[in-house]
């Protein structure tokens, strides 16, 4: 992957740290205020944090009905909430039993975003004590239909929107950052919401990918929300890490819905392109790294093909960038395919990949995959290529079509016959490991499906794309198609499948199992650039986690 971006360019466990010292490429507690105050009562930020009614709609401060007699009498509660003390434990019950009320999953969204609306902590502890059965509620599948409804379902801003056609915005990108009340922001996540999902440009309501990404840095990767020691009371990992900043770059829309909705919250223009969408973007950048430093890790979501592969190879030896479409859902799927190579037999040399899709997830796994093969077997990279085939809207990449093919397509232009259709590759590539990437949901036939199963004695059968409803087949499709033969993982998760009185339980191949720990890992080595080493390393991790807890190896073992 860092070869093709050259290409391109060219054309320790937390609960472990020392309290006493700084997360690698952190800032360091200077004043003390993590530890200074630890066993007073009245709490250091009370100096620039309102008591009394203020306090209680302030969500990083407010604790609800868990505010103990002593606490509301130090900070003027008294009076303010009814009298009884709810601990932490009992809220999280009753709020779980409300929630598993709602019959619809946009409704349980719209109550996890009201939790953090007005108590953050209780929204991450209720989020990492139940995060099986949340994950999908605040992450894919349930906010791609957040994100298509962000006009009438928004209440409060979440993060920082950097505009387009404000004239205040224009050259001042640097004043709008530092309008955000964090000073010490280790962790950026930035979309323009051209790509959301498989759901295509939804502008400045794509604003729910950021917000919902960085929630997981919080919930599985242990990143601190915001400066809040607080949260240290009831987990030490919190108050010992940096901060997220969600933001939302706001250059118009193509999509005439949104333009034509007088609900829709962002600008309703054309998109930008060219120089002045370089221009403003280039500005973020540079005042990304004036304002937070060189160690603030930034990371692209859900940019279009065209700007993502540009974005990349432009900053990855500038700035601390990630994709996690090309790099993070890259890093996920290899390790699955490595994980699944138990049950197929052989090594990754040894099996020939087939894609739809050959935008920046399908070219991304495609170019990781062959990266490790060519490590483990010591083979050039263009070689590994040639085991890799990639299907676009216009059929088979094959070297007749190179010189109408996009730049990030032209390694995987093959030497080989024009070939139309998916289920005209697969009958002639002969493939073992078939993987969906396009966005575009039931592609995967059952005549297709069919065709793996003929000359493969398990087929792995990965549909990626989310949200659920533009996967290229559910998991019953493949079990069911494949008469039980299929080792199937999907982006979005599935429930379990029973065939012929087996059940098979699907895994899930979402870059959510790779990002947050990777982010982690970025902030606390202090690194300064992410290289395709780093990847790699993240993937045998979650190659190692998949060998002892993966559900899909338990159905064949």
């Known amino acids: 992957m860092e070869s093709t971006m050259k290409e391109l360019g060219d054309s320790a466990s937390v609960l472990d740290l020392d309290p006493k010292t700084a997360v690698g490429g952190g800032v360091e507690d200077v004043y003390g205020e993590d530890f ?75 109550a996890m975003m009201e939790l953090e609306e007005r108590n953050e902590r209780l929204f991450y502890k209720l989020l990492i004590d139940n995060v099986e059965e949340l994950l999908p509620v605040v992450y894919t599948p349930t906010v791609g239909e957040a994100c298509q409804k962000y006009g009438s379902i928004f ?8 505009s387009l056609k404000e004239k ?9 950052l530092k309008n955000w009340p964090e000073r010490s922001i280790q962790v950026i996540v930035v979309t323009d919401g051209e790509r959301i999902l498989g759901l295509g440009d939804l502008g400045c309501q794509g604003m729910g990918i950021p917000v919902g990404k960085l929630s997981l840095y919080t919930a599985l990767g242990g990143i601190r929300p915001s400066a809040v020691s607080i949260l ?28 034509n909705d007088e609900f829709y919250i962002g600008l309703k223009q054309r998109r930008a392109t060219g120089q002045e969408y370089s221009e403003l973007l280039h500005e973020f950048m540079s005042a990304v790294k004036q304002c937070y430093g060189e160690k603030v ?80 077997t010591n083979t050039p990279l263009e070689e590994c290529r040639k085991r890799i085939y990639l299907v676009d809207s216009k059929g088979l990449i094959v070297k007749s079509r190179l010189e109408s093919l996009q730049h990030f397509k032209q390694p995987w232009a093959h030497e080989h016959e024009s070939v139309k259709t998916l289920l005209e590759a697969v009958n002639t590539l002969k493939p073992t490991v078939l993987i969906g990437a396009s966005g575009m949901g039931k592609t995967f036939t059952k005549e297709v499906i069919e065709a793996m199963s003929s000359f493969n ?23 069911t198609w494949s008469k039980g033969k299929a080792i199937f993982a999907s982006g979005s998760p599935f429930d379990p499948v029973e065939y012929e009185g087996k059940v098979f339980v699907p895994g899930q191949g979402n870059n959510a199992y790779i990002f947050p720990g990777f982010g982690l890992g970025v902030v606390m080595s202090g690194a300064i650039r992410v290289h395709d080493d780093m990847l790699l390393a993240a993937c045998l991790v979650k190659y190692a986690e998949s060998c002892m807890y993966s559900p899909v190896y338990r159905n064949y073992r």
């Open 36 to 110: 200074a105050t630890e066993d007073q009562l009245i709490t250091p930020w009370t100096v620039s944090v309102a008591s009394g009614y203020s306090l209680l709609r302030d969500p990083r401060h407010n604790k609800g009905l868990a505010f103990t007699e002593k606490e509301r009498d130090a900070h003027y509660l008294s009076g303010l909430l009814p009298p009884v003390v709810l601990s932490q434990q009992l809220q999280e019950k009753k709020l779980m039993n409300s929630i598993r009320q709602y019959q619809l999953p946009i409704q349980k969204y719209m």
């Open 155 to 162: 209440r409060r801003p979440q993060g920082l929107y950097i």
């Open 168 to 176: 205040y915005v224009r050259g001042r990108v640097l004043d709008v």
């Open 232 to 259: 240290q009371k009831f987990s030490p990992s919190y108050g010992r890490l940096e901060l997220c900043l969600p933001i939302t770059i706001d250059v118009g829309t193509n999509n005439e819905k949104l333009l």
């Open 297 to 376: 890790l930034i990371q692209f979501e859900d940019f279009a093909n065209h700007n993502a592969f540009e974005l990349l190879a432009k900053y990855r030896t500038s700035h601390l960038v990630f994709n996690d479409d090309i790099q993070g859902t890259a890093s996920v799927v290899l390790a699955g395919v490595v994980s699944a190579l138990k049950i197929l037999g052989g090594s990754l040399a040894d099996h020939k990949f087939l894609f739809l899709g050959a935008g920046e997830a399908g070219t991304g796994i495609a170019e990781l995959i062959a990266l490790e093969m060519s490590k483990r």
């Open 457 to 479: 004695e398990k087929p792995l059968i990965m549909a990626l794309s989310n949200p659920t409803s533009q996967a290229e087949c559910t998991a019953e499709e493949a079990y």
